[in-house]
T-cell receptor, first 111, second 117 residues
Framework: DAKTTQPPSMDCAEGRAANLPCNHS???????VYWYRQIHSQGPQYIIH???NNETNEMASLIITEDRKSSTLILPHATLRDTAVYYC????????????FGQGTTLQVKP | DAGVTQSPTHLIKTRGQQVTLRCSPK?????VSWYQQALGQGPQFIFQ???????QRGNFPDRFSGHQYPNYSSELNVNALLLGDSALYLC????????????????FGPGTRLTVL
């Protein structure tokens, strides 16, 4: 079973920041938080990952709480092309095995 | 770089038949994982191949089998198809790390849509 909990759906206005929450209260010390997204009819796409520090790349920012029990993915300026299902996944470092996907959050970006 | 490619894109089969799906990993990757995604659900891990052997397996019956070739490409075989096998089948490739602490980003292909009638 997935070790994360996400809201099933969210809306965001185009051009505004999209903040997607994720709860992972049972996360272990060696487990990273990964975010993937799946645009309709495509395979999932890696977005970002982090251990305990906040991370930023060209796609998004990841904010992890100090106790590491929750995190937020931030899309700073959402566009219509960011409409997708976003998955938050917890996985141990160096684990080359399976990704356990939950239901994810369907983000709808509206004009 | 072509990324991960899968064939065919769509497939229609009838119950009881057998099917083979194919995957070519991203250049430089040596590990292939297969996932099944039912409509409205997140992908479910089927198994993973590395060095031509099944390394990990999810909760899927023996009707699901696979193979990895020396060039790292992979096949997923499903025997005795059931209506419930209708799904999007995703292939993901990655590079197995030799040490700890290295995350392995997985690159997914576009999937094969299998319909069982």
């Amino acid at each position: 079973d997935a070790k994360t909990t996400q809201p099933p759906s969210m809306d965001c206005a185009e051009g505004r920041a999209a903040n997607l929450p994720c709860n992972h209260s049972t996360i272990s010390g060696n487990e990273y938080v990964y975010w993937y997204r799946q645009i309709h009819s495509q395979g999932p796409q890696y977005i970002i990952h982090g251990l305990k520090n906040n991370e930023t790349n060209e796609m998004a920012s990841l904010i992890i709480t100090e106790d590491r029990k929750s995190s937020t993915l931030i899309l700073p300026h959402a566009t219509l092309r960011d409409t997708a299902v976003y998955y938050c996944i917890v996985q141990a470092a160096g684990n080359t095995g399976k990704l356990i996907f939950g239901q994810g959050t369907t983000l709808q970006v509206k004009p | 770089d072509a990324g991960v490619t899968q064939s065919p894109t769509h497939l229609i089969k009838t119950r009881g038949q057998q099917v083979t799906l194919r995957c070519s990993p991203k250049s430089g990757h040596d590990t292939v994982s297969w996932y099944q995604q039912a409509l409205g659900q997140g992908p479910q891990f089927i198994f993973q191949y590395y060095e031509e052997e099944e390394r990990q397996r999810g909760n899927f019956p023996d009707r699901f089998s696979g193979h990895q070739y020396p060039n790292y490409s992979s096949e997923l075989n499903v025997n005795a198809l059931l209506l419930g096998d209708s799904a999007l089948y995703l292939c993901a490739s990655s590079l197995t790390s030799s040490g700890s602490g290295y995350y392995n980003e997985q690159f997914f292909g576009p999937g094969t849509r299998l319909t069982v009638l």
